[in-house]
């Protein structure tokens, strides 16, 4: 077992490394961990599992198939998400990277993006778990703090903008996903901006609560709720859409 991982991580990367090394001996030489485990937000059943896995050469796309198809019928009812760059790679703007290896929802992407964005590296130098490799804070890995701020201002005005005046006002709003995702992604990109770091769900959900006024606490905390469990704040989904429009206008305003 890997230490200091909730049960289910340690065993999904304990697998995964396993099956690595059997398909491909010395080809992981790193498995490092970021998003809601680095962040100390891991919520088994609900999170994904993060990772990033640094080789020493190119891995083929047929062995990383291989490799992720054996692990999900081991492990399917847990996302594990991720992807493969060499050591140099994460010293380097991910901005300048070539597209990669990466794997989404268990399928694997032969030459992507995924995740070779600042955020992965923030995170990964901010509190990456080191599964296997050095520490994480030890790789050098690239940051760039203005670049990460501007292009979080650029997604509140490009992504989430629209996406208040298109799904969010229709149909979608009225869904509990839409509730969650749009209430929770909005105030943690503002929070992230406020804190100078990438932080949590969880983190966001008290800062909403310390910042934005109390006729949207009622919202926040079913955003939480549907997230973590609890008792519904909300039995009009109308009502409920309509508070969050109300707080993503808000939020947005800045």
């Avoid at 310390?210 to 009009?236: F, K, S």
């Avoid at 989904?237 to 969050?244: K, V, Y």
Wanted: some cysteine; aromatic content about 10%.
């Amino acid at each position: 077992m890997i230490p200091e991982l909730d049960d289910g991580v340690s065993r999904i990367c304990a697998t995964y490394l396993a099956l690595a090394d059997r398909h491909a001996p010395g080809l992981v030489e790193g498995l490092y961990l970021q998003g809601s485990v680095a962040l100390g937000d891991y919520r088994p059943g609900v999170s994904d599992i993060d990772f990033v896995a640094v080789t020493g050469r190119q891995p083929p796309a047929g062995t990383v198939g291989a490799i992720h198809a054996d692990l999900r019928r081991s492990h399917r009812r847990t996302s594990f998400d991720g992807l493969y760059v060499g050591w140099d790679d994460l010293r380097r703007d991910p901005a300048q990277a070539a597209p990669g290896p990466a794997v989404h929802e268990w399928r694997v992407q032969p030459a992507s993006r995924f995740e070779r964005n600042l955020v992965t590296w923030h995170v990964l130098a901010q509190a990456g778990v080191a599964v296997r490799g050095p520490a994480a804070a030890t790789l050098g890995v690239f940051t760039d703090w203005p670049a990460l701020a501007e292009a979080t201002r650029r997604n509140l005005v490009e992504y989430w903008t629209p996406w208040l005046r298109g799904p969010a006002s229709g149909v979608v709003g009225l869904t509990p996903w839409a509730t969650a995702w749009g209430a929770l992604g909005v105030v943690r990109l503002r929070q992230t901006l406020a804190a100078g770091r990438v932080t949590s769900k969880t983190a966001a959900v008290a800062y909403a609560l310390d910042t934005y006024d109390r006729r949207w606490h009622r919202l926040v905390n079913e955003a939480a709720r549907l997230r973590l469990g609890g008792a519904r704040r909300y039995r009009n989904p109308w009502r409920r859409r309509a508070d969050l429009i109300g707080f993503l206008t808000e939020v947005l305003r800045g």
